[in-house]
């Protein structure tokens, strides 16, 4: 069996992927750039401004105001943003009632945003269709993207992609949850 995996080590040429790519240098500088744009974005205003969800509701930046915000770029056909749901929506049932809002911001056209794909993918959130004019200002170029809003606008926490390695479902969760805990127990003090 070891004689079997050095063949195949050998046998790779030097243009192949590694087998563990958070060896390889472009893997970490990737890795790099993530940790730089996550803490860059962090103490910054959020580019929110008037949008309408897909069930008519309106909001601007006066009903937003006071409220922790979780902020979640996706888009139906993201395989990540689709997995991450599940896990988000169990955050919408743990703060109801709380103030707490939870905004998912879709590239999705409102006509391609159909009543079958909720049914097979229930998403809790305030759903906002077509909001290029939010995901612009955002900066926002990979999905799923989540930001952690504080109640004064001031991002709090950022993180691009799935949480977690694949195992923990509900990675996305617990990041979520520790940053939405800390900014309502530094309100009510």
């Known amino acids: 069996m070891h004689r079997t995996r050095k063949a195949i080590s050998e046998s790779r040429s030097p243009n192949q992927q590694p087998l563990f790519p958070v060896l390889d240098p472009t893997y970490q500088k990737h890795q790099q750039n993530y940790d730089n744009w996550s803490e860059c974005v962090k103490g910054q205003k959020a ?18 105001s006071g409220k922790v915000l979780v ?21 919408v049932k743990e703060y109801k009632g709380k103030n707490v809002l939870f905004l998912g911001f879709s590239s999705d056209k409102a006509a391609a945003l159909k009543p079958a794909f909720f049914e097979n993918h229930p998403f809790d959130f ?3 269709a077509d ?19 504080d109640q004064r606008g001031i991002i709090h926490q950022a993180w691009i992609g799935f949480v977690g390695n694949g195992m923990d479902s509900l990675a996305p969760y617990h990041k979520a949850k520790s940053a939405i805990d800390d900014l309502l127990t530094t309100a009510n003090k």
């Open 47 to 64: 580019p929110l401004s008037a949008f309408q969800t897909i069930d008519g509701e309106s909001y601007d930046i006066a009903t937003l």
């Open 71 to 91: 902020v979640n770029f996706w888009y139906m056909s993201c395989a990540p943003c689709v997995a991450e749901m599940p896990a988000l929506n169990k955050l």
């Open 126 to 128: 305030k759903i906002i």
């Open 131 to 149: 909001a290029r004019n939010i995901i612009i200002p955002f900066h926002t170029n990979s999905f799923p993207t989540t930001y952690i809003v």
